[in-house]
């Protein structure tokens, strides 16, 4: 089957420490997101990438960091700078430019909790 | 004027009737729109995508595109109360250090009382 997986569901950590979230895609999607949501808030871009060994910050890099070395994987640090690290992450990945179809696809997100 | 708004509701409608989404658009955004459905605690699901002015359905869904009018529908026929959720509507832009990126409004919340 193909799609988007996350890495673990639910993560749990102390302050001050790093934490990398997994994301890894069969999709042969060039396009990856990563994304943050806050209880009863949208989506807000940290990073995308639109190919491999390549990123852009998105609205919210601060405090955050990406890595693009294959295809299907677009693994996010939240670093201990990040001030509020608690939140819902999302990845995402869209079809290769070129196919015509621009929707992004979901995985089903990382729940992280930092006390 | 935000890229992508949307009205965050709650909107509430009885079981069988039509629920109607909303969305505008600023000139800041592609001509391809993108309606999505999230419940509660999990990720976003396509529900749509929708490039050409005009209707697109799909089953018990509708998107409409009114490119004179920068907005973009989501209706739902008959509702059901497994249609409650939040809805995102979403577009194509420009990222401002390079690429293209997905712009989501912040989702209208759906109630379809039983």
Not at chain 1, 2 to 22: A, C, D, H, W
Not at chain 1, 93 to 111: A, H, K, L, N, V
Not at chain 2, 32 to 60: A, C, T, V
Not at chain 2, 62 to 81: E, F, G, M
Request: hydrophobic content about 30%; overall charge neutral.
């Amino acid at each position: 089957d193909g799609g988007i997986t996350q890495s673990p569901k639910y993560l749990f950590r102390k302050e001050g420490q790093n934490v990398t979230l997994s994301c890894e895609q069969n999709l042969n999607h060039d396009a990856m997101y990563w994304y943050r949501q806050d209880p009863g808030q949208g989506l807000r871009l940290i990073y995308y990438s639109q190919i491999v060994n390549d990123f852009q910050k998105g609205d919210i890099a601060e405090g955050y960091s990406v890595s693009r070395e294959k295809k299907e994987s677009f693994p996010l640090t939240v670093t201990s700078a990040q001030k509020n690290p608690t939140a819902f992450y999302l990845c995402a990945s869209s079809p290769p430019p070129g196919t015509g179809s621009y929707e992004q696809y979901f995985g089903p997100g990382t729940r992280l909790t930092v006390t | 004027q935000k890229e992508v708004e949307q009205n965050s509701g709650p909107l509430s409608v009885p079981e069988g009737a039509i629920a109607s989404l909303n969305c505008t658009y600023s000139d800041r955004v592609s001509q391809s729109f993108f309606w999505y459905r999230q419940y509660s605690g999990k990720s976003p699901e396509l529900i749509m995508s929708i490039y050409s002015n005009g209707d697109k359905e799909d089953g018990r869904f509708t998107a409409q595109l009114n490119k004179a009018s920068q907005y973009v529908s989501l209706l739902i026929r008959d509702s059901q109360p497994s249609d409650s959720a939040t809805y995102l509507c979403a577009s194509r832009g420009e990222g401002v250090t390079g690429g293209f990126k997905t712009i989501f409004g912040a989702g209208t919340r759906l109630f379809v009382k039983a």
